[in-house]
């Protein structure tokens, strides 16, 4: 997979309704041969495997009666995904990642029978949950069609990632606003609701207010039904474009990746943001909807001169 083809493509995606559920505690078990089962994130039941592993280069899946052939093809595309991200981060190889103790691989947990009334997907450090390829509800749903499915992979294997870089269970350390932001741009998951230019931004503000994204650092959103994601997803995609773009802050994912570089030697994330991006995080929330529609703006200037070149 390309990932600049992937991640810019921008195709209409059905999974638009997932619960995401990424990195919400401060500890989290990973499975193993010896421990019978995995929690989400601590706050519901355990949910048990059966034993049977999958093994590929670096991943270890484990599942709750998921075939193998699912298995099989969640290894593929998480292989796929990663060697992606690596290229795009400039990761050379795996000796940049810090594992948890004992874990020589990531952890997945494909369920497929377990927990039934949750259909997200979860990144932590060292692994993630997601549902299996033949979960029996979500592949009639169509949610396992495989450019969805490989989307919602590719956002949690950025969390995953975060964290290997992090070197720790970074939970609330990293602010919701740039984890989500980066999980969101480098997997294009739901660029239905992308908020491209003055009247889409307009269009979300009318409905919520004029909510500031840089506010949320930890996972707390305010009492409005689906805000976090009908809202501050689009808006936190939005933002980490800005910051990407060369018509916002120029720049690059090398920059995210050096902020999880410079925490793991133990710097806050405000310092270093501020560090690799050149910008406060206190300016960044007081500024921000200036520079949005500014960039917004120039954004819309430079595809209407294209326009009128190309016609």
Known sequence: MNPNLRWHSRSRLAIASVSYLCCACSSIQAPDLNYPCVSWCNTVAPWPH????????????????????????????????????????????????????????IHLYAYKYHFPTEWGGQGFWGGMIIFAPDHPERTE??????????????????????????????????????????????????PERSVLNLTDLNDLIAQYGELNPIA???????????????YFYPMF?????????????????????????????????TDAFEDNFGLSVVDFEAEYFIRIRQFLSRAVQVTEQRARVSG
Request: hydrophobic share 40%.
């Open 50 to 105: 059966d034993g049977n592993p999958y093994q590929s280069k670096n991943f270890t899946i484990y599942s709750d009666g998921a075939s193998r052939q699912a298995l099989m093809d969640l290894a593929a595309i998480a292989e796929d995904v990663l060697t992606d991200l690596k290229t795009s981060f400039e990761i050379p190889s795996n000796d940049l990642f810090i594992l948890p103790t004992n874990q020589t691989k």
């Open 141 to 190: 749903a169509g949610h396992t069609e495989l450019g969805n499915y490989t989307r919602l992979v590719t956002h949690e294997l950025m969390h995953v990632v975060q964290g290997l870089l992090v070197g720790s269970n970074h939970c609330y350390s990293t602010h919701t606003w740039f984890e989500e932001g980066l999980g969101e741009f480098v997997s294009a998951l739901n």
């Open 216 to 230: 949320i650092h930890n996972d707390v959103y305010p009492a409005i039904q689906n805000v976090g994601q009908t």
């Open 237 to 269: 995609e939005l933002t980490m474009r800005y910051l990407l773009d060369g018509r916002g802050m120029a720049r690059s994912l090398l920059d995210a990746k050096q902020v999880f570089l410079d925490m793991r030697a133990g710097m806050s994330f």
